[in-house]
T-cell receptor
Framework: ETGVTQTPRHLVMGMTNKKSLKCEQHLGHNAMYWYKQSAKKPLELMFVYNFKEQTENNSVPSRFSPECPNSSHLFLHLHTLQPEDSALYLC??????????????FGPGTRLTVL | AQKVTQAQTEISVVEKEDVTLDCVYETRDTTYYLFWYKQPPSGELVFLIRRNSFDEQNEISGRYSWNFQKSTSSFNFTITASQVVDSAVYFCALSEARDTGANNLFFGTGTRLTVIP
């Protein structure tokens, strides 16, 4: 148990659905991340939040919309997805204050299938 | 630009054998950080180690050891006397240095290790 939880663990949705992924960290960290893991590709960083402010958006399509209401919670809102968006979506958190480096601690991921 | 290469896509070993997972990185930064993560079938990435670019000391933790060589830009990971529970995908990652704030991790494509009983 790394202290980062994600719900749901599995999600199947149609291309016209709207759904949300939730991530919660219990580690007192101040930075949170969304990654996409597709088969045979490196993990792709999607979004970074530091102290609730978005600091990185790696050219992610607008059909993915992140929300970070506080340092402990992170959401990824999904709308009008494509089948190629099917992947494992991983959330991570880290302590970014006063450190130039940081281990990121990951949740178990949400396995998303878009039909 | 940062890049991490894990040339070994899949490795199979018989239990109790030693195995080394290779990692080669590229960066123009003089200060950077290297990581290894383990991803078991459950999907969660488990942090194993962080190494700073200015600290080339090798490290041993139980059956795990890491060999950091700046001259060859490599950060290899060895498991001694492998066990079935070591079966997982292992990722090497590189982080640039920033004064404060969240860092980006650049991951390799991973090496799938299968330990055969």
């Amino acid at each position: 148990e790394t202290g980062v939880t994600q719900t749901p663990r599995h999600l199947v949705m149609g291309m016209t659905n709207k759904k949300s992924l939730k991530c919660e960290q219990h580690l007192g960290h101040n930075a949170m991340y969304w990654y996409k893991q597709s088969a045979k590709k490196p993990l792709e960083l999607m979004f970074v939040y530091n102290f609730k402010e978005q600091t990185e958006n790696n050219s992610v399509p607008s059909r993915f919309s992140p929300e970070c209401p506080n340092s402990s919670h992170l959401f990824l809102h999904l709308h009008t997805l494509q089948p190629e968006d099917s992947a494992l979506y991983l959330c991570a958190s880290s302590q970014a204050r006063d450190r130039p480096y940081n281990e990121q601690f990951f949740g178990p991921g949400t396995r998303l299938t878009v039909l | 630009a940062q890049k991490v290469t894990q040339a070994q896509t899949e490795i199979s070993v018989v239990e109790k054998e030693d195995v080394t997972l290779d990692c080669v990185y590229e960066t123009r930064d003089t200060t950077y950080y290297l990581f290894w993560y383990k991803q078991p079938p459950s999907g969660e990435l488990v942090f194993l180690i962080r190494r700073n670019s200015f600290d080339e000391q090798n490290e041993i933790s139980g059956r795990y050891s890491w060999n950091f060589q700046k001259s060859t830009s490599s950060f290899n990971f060895t498991i001694t006397a492998s066990q079935v529970v070591d079966s997982a995908v292992y990722f090497c990652a590189l982080s640039e240095a920033r004064d404060t704030g969240a860092n980006n991790l650049f991951f390799g494509t991973g090496t799938r290790l299968t330990v055969i009983p």
